[in-house]
């Protein structure tokens, strides 16, 4: 098995004569002497000049995931990252793999530094929620604004009308794409129910 060139290093060969590791750092930082293509630029000057500094948060300008997270291209086998990563680690240091980059600000598309800061997936989702971003029933949240729900409130009260008239669950269900047990739940007020029918 082939394995990197890089002195002291035993990982396994990705590319370039390099490990993924010290692959990915040439592409980063440049800092390798491992010879780019010439029709490359290096990441860092692509990265910032798609960026606008002229606000508190740092905005990325360039491509976002459905998220509102801010993407780059970092060239061949290596794919896609995330801007607020790669913002990261160019400026302080590589982040370890288990560990993610979070946004102090709150802002998805931020790539600001010093907006941003390590942690684990724990404490991901419990920044998300502590921000009432998170999709969980956890988080407190109840109808249109819990990110789970398939219907609106408008729908809601529809399927209850429909209810009252006497139209049949399984029609129901199907008129508006959802199981009847759903439409069963809601005609008993055992979710989507309103605040007078919520327990205490």
Known sequence: MRICSVSGCAGKHYGKGTCRKHYLRVRVHGDSAAD???????????FWEKVDRSGDCWT????????????????????AALAHRVAYELT???VPGDLHVLHR??????VRPDHL??????????????KGRGRQVAAGRRGEDNGNVR????QVAEIRNRIAA?????????AFNVSKTL?????HGKTRARPTERRA
């Open 117 to 130: 800061f390590l942690g684990t997936h724990l404490d991901n989702m419990r920044d998300m929620t502590a």
């Open 166 to 174: 006497g139209d049949r669950l399984a029609a129901i269900a199907r």
């Open 92 to 94: 302080l240091h590589l």
């Open 151 to 154: 219907i609106t409130d408008a």
């Open 60 to 79: 990325w300008t360039a491509y976002r995931n459905p998220a509102g997270y801010g993407e780059i291209s970092l060239g061949g086998r290596l794919g």
């Open 36 to 46: 780019l293509p010439s029709s490359q630029r290096p990441l860092a000057a692509r």
């Open 183 to 187: 439409i069963y739940l809601i005609k």
């Open 105 to 110: 600000c709150d802002n998805p598309a931020c």
